[in-house]
C-alpha cells in the first residue's frame, strides 16, 4: 500500500501545506505529514524519481559559442510528486562531480622582484575538500524535499567555464532557481522543453568549500525563491583566499594554487581546453602574482558588495582551524550580515576543512532539518528559538551562545618590551630588535626555537593566572624598518604554549553505526559515528596573520619603501574563539617570509622592530593576561 495514502495530515500540517503551496487538492492528492513541530519519513527514498533537466542560463555564454551557457541539474524526488505533491528543493552546486584534471601549481621561490624562479613544482591535486556522504537523499526526500545537484559551467555536462568565483559561476546554479521558479527554460537530454510543475519554488543551498561558496554567490544576487543558504567551510571574497593584505598567499595545504589553476582543475567540461583554454590564460595573465594587490579581477568575486541584497537565511559552518578557506571568510561575511540584521545561525568547531555531518552527525542533522522545516516549510520547529551560536571550545565541548563573538567580548591590548616579555603596559623605552628573514623553516619550526633565534622575534606572557577566551578579529600594530633584502611580508602569530591534548585535525571513529535515513541498494542510509582526534602538544599556533608592507596603506594600492625607515603597519589575524588556560603562556613571534603560505623570496631582509611602540589587541571574554 502507497504510504502517503494511509497518511492522517493534522491541522497543523494542513496549514504548513497551505503555506508552502502543498495543500491537497482533494482527498487523493499526497501531502506532507508533520509530527511534532517537524516533517516525517513517509515518502520512499528507493521510489524517488531521478530526472535530469539542463538550465538555460540566459545572458551568460562564457565560452563564446554563441548561445546562452547550460548547466546540468541532476534531480530526486519523492514520486508523489508526479501526483500532485509540491515540494520545496535542497540544492548544492558543485563543479567538481566530474572530478578534475591533473594541474602544477605556480612556484613559490621568487627572485627580488617577486618573478618565479624556474623550478615549477607539480602538485598534488586539489580535491573536492570532503565531499557529503550523500545523506540528503536518505534523510530529506522520506520527508518531502526534493534533492538538485547543479553541475556548474565549464564541468562535467554543462556548458560554459569555470572563473573560479566570477560572475558567469554564480548565474549557473542562480538560473536553476529560477528554472525552479518557472522563470528560465529547461531541457531534457532531448531537447524537450521540461518545466519543474512539483516544486513549490522554495530552494535552500547548501555546500563544503567551493560547493559553500557557491550560496553565498547566489544569495548575493538576491534571486527571489533563494530562502536559505548553508555555507559551510565557504568563501566570501576571493582575495582573501588566494591573497592577503596585498600579500600573494596560498590556501593552506595548497602552495602555489591561484585562481587559473583551480579553474583548470574543475575544467572538465567536453572540449574544455579547446573551448575555454583563451580564457583560462586571461585568468593567468591578469591574477598578479607579483604585486598581490587588490583589484576589479578581485572585486568582482567579492560577495561583501552585494550583501545588502541578501534576501535569504543564512547557517554558517566553519572549522576553527581550517587554514584551506581561512575564518576570515565567515568572519566578515558574518559581520557584514549581522549589520544587516539578516536571520542567521552559526556553528564553529574545532576541526579543520571538513563536513559537520562527519563530525557531529545527530546534533547536526536534528538543527540542519529544524532550519529547513522552518524556511522551506515554514514549520515552526523551535529552531529560531535556540541560541543563535554553536561553539565548540575544545574537543566535543560544545555550548550555545545568544551570538558571535561572544556576547561581553571586549578589547585588550598588550604590548612587546624587553625581555621577550608580553606587557599590560607599553614600555616605550625599550630597545629596538631586529631578526632576519629567512625561507627554510616553517613558521612551527620557529615557534619552537628554544631562546633568541635570529630569524624571529618572540613576546610571552607569564604564567596565565586564571583561563582567557578570546572570540573575534585579534589585531596588531607593529613599528618597524625594512632594509637589504626583498621579501615584503610581515607575518604575526599568536602562540598558546603549554603542555595540552588538543585537536589534531583528524576525524576518529567512535565505532558506532547510525542509521540516519532510509537505505537503498549500495547506500545503507547510516554511518560511523566519529570524533575529533587529539594528541598532546607543547605549544598551538592560534591564529596567524599576514602584510605585505607595500600595501600598509590600503591593499589596492603598492608603495614603496624606504629603506631603513620606520612605519606603522597595523593588519589582522584570522578571527578565531579560544580558550588560553590557566598556567600557559601566551605568545607574539614575528616572522617574515611564511613559508607554507606567502612567497619565498631571496631570503636576508633585515627588519627591525621597535616593540613600545607596537601592540597587540586581543577580543577577551574573560580573564587576566597577567
Excluded at 583 to 590: A, D, K, N, Q, S
Aim: include cysteine; aromatic fraction near 10%; hydrophobic fraction near 35%.
Amino acid at each position: 500500500m502507497r504510504p502517503w495514502k494511509t497518511l492522517t495530515v493534522p491541522l497543523t500540517a494542513l496549514l504548513v501545506a497551505t503555506l508552502a503551496g502543498t495543500v491537497p487538492a482533494s482527498a487523493d492528492t499526497p501531502a506532507i505529514k508533520v509530527e511534532n513541530n517537524a516533517t516525517q519519513p513517509v515518502f520512499s527514498r528507493a521510489d524517488a524519481i531521478q530526472q535530469t533537466v539542463f538550465v538555460e542560463v540566459a545572458g551568460t555564454d562564457s565560452d563564446n559559442d554563441g548561445k546562452p551557457d547550460r548547466v546540468a541539474v541532476d534531480i530526486l524526488r519523492p514520486k508523489e510528486t508526479d501526483q500532485g505533491l509540491k515540494v520545496p528543493v535542497i540544492m548544492e552546486a558543485s563543479p567538481y562531480y566530474a572530478g578534475g584534471n591533473d594541474v602544477s601549481n605556480h612556484p613559490v621561490d621568487v627572485d627580488e622582484n617577486g618573478n618565479p624562479l624556474p623550478a615549477l613544482k607539480s602538485a598534488a591535486n586539489k580535491l573536492a575538500a570532503e565531499p557529503f556522504d550523500g545523506y540528503y537523499d536518505n534523510y530529506f526526500v522520506p520527508r518531502g524535499y526534493a534533492i538538485a545537484l547543479v553541475e556548474n559551467l565549464g564541468s562535467g555536462r554543462a556548458t560554459g567555464c569555470p572563473t573560479s568565483g566570477d560572475r558567469n559561476e554564480t548565474a549557473g546554479p542562480k538560473a536553476a532557481i529560477d528554472w525552479l521558479n518557472g522563470r528560465a527554460k529547461g531541457f531534457d537530454a532531448a531537447g524537450n522543453a521540461v518545466q519543474a510543475t512539483w516544486s513549490t519554488g522554495k530552494v535552500g543551498m547548501i555546500g563544503v568549500s567551493y560547493n559553500g561558496t557557491l550560496p553565498n554567490a547566489v544569495a548575493a544576487t538576491g534571486v527571489k525563491g533563494l530562502e536559505t543558504i548553508v555555507p559551510i567551510a565557504a568563501i566570501s571574497s576571493w582575495y582573501d583566499y588566494y591573497r592577503a593584505n596585498g600579500g600573494v598567499l596560498a590556501p593552506g595545504g595548497f602552495q602555489g594554487e591561484d585562481l587559473d589553476v583551480l579553474a583548470k582543475y574543475v575544467l572538465t567540461r567536453e572540449n574544455g581546453q579547446e573551448v575555454c583554454g583563451a580564457l583560462m590564460d586571461r585568468l593567468t595573465a591578469t591574477q598578479d602574482r607579483i604585486t598581490g594587490d587588490y583589484s576589479r579581477l578581485w572585486d568582482d568575486r567579492n560577495y561583501l558588495n552585494d550583501v545588502n541584497k541578501v534576501r535569504a537565511s543564512v547557517f554558517v559552518v566553519h572549522g576553527l582551524n581550517d587554514w584551506n578557506v581561512k575564518t576570515k571568510q565567515f568572519a566578515q561575511w558574518w559581520y557584514a550580515l549581522a549589520k544587516r540584521q539578516v536571520p542567521r545561525k552559526i556553528w564553529l568547531h574545532q576541526g579543520t576543512h571538513m563536513n559537520p555531518f562527519n563530525l557531529r552527525t545527530v546534533e547536526w542533522l536534528r538543527q540542519l532539518h529544524g532550519w529547513f522545516d522552518y524556511w522551506l516549510y515554514r514549520i515552526d520547529s523551535g529552531i529560531m528559538r535556540e541560541p543563535q551560536a554553536d561553539v565548540e571550545i575544545g574537543a566535543g565541548q560544545w555550548a550555545q551562545h545568544a551570538s558571535w563573538p561572544l556576547p561581553g567580548t571586549a578589547t585588550v591590548p598588550v604590548y612587546p618590551g624587553s625581555g621577550s616579555k608580553l606587557n599590560l603596559f607599553p614600555r616605550a623605552h625599550s630597545p629596538r630588535e631586529t631578526f632576519v628573514d629567512q625561507k627554510v623553516r616553517t613558521a612551527e619550526q620557529l615557534v619552537e626555537a628554544a631562546g633568541a633565534d635570529p630569524n624571529r622575534l618572540a613576546y610571552t606572557t607569564g604564567a596565565l593566572p586564571a583561563d582567557v577566551r578570546i572570540s573575534g578579529t585579534p589585531t596588531i600594530s607593529v613599528r618597524a624598518s625594512l632594509k637589504d633584502g626583498a621579501s615584503p611580508y610581515l607575518t604575526a602569530l599568536l602562540v598558546d604554549y603549554g603542555e595540552d591534548v588538543r585537536p589534531n585535525g583528524t576525524l576518529l571513529s567512535t565505532g558506532q553505526t547510525y542509521c540516519y535515513g532510509q537505505g537503498i541498494p549500495g547506500d545503507t542510509g547510516c554511518t560511523t559515528l566519529r570524533t575529533l582526534g587529539t594528541a598532546g602538544t607543547p605549544y598551538k599556533i592560534v591564529t596567524r596573520g599576514w602584510l605585505d608592507v607595500r600595501n600598509r596603506h590600503r591593499p589596492d594600492r603598492t608603495e614603496p619603501l624606504r629603506p631603513g625607515r620606520e612605519y606603522t603597519f597595523n593588519w589582522d589575524f584570522q578571527p578565531t574563539d579560544y580558550l588560553f588556560k590557566k598556567g600557559h603562556r601566551l605568545g607574539l613571534v614575528i616572522i617574515s617570509t611564511d613559508y607554507d603560505y606567502t612567497l619565498r623570496y631571496p631570503p636576508g631582509t633585515k627588519i627591525t622592530v621597535a616593540p613600545g611602540q607596537s601592540a597587540l589587541r586581543l577580543p577577551v571574554v574573560f580573564g587576566r593576561l597577567l
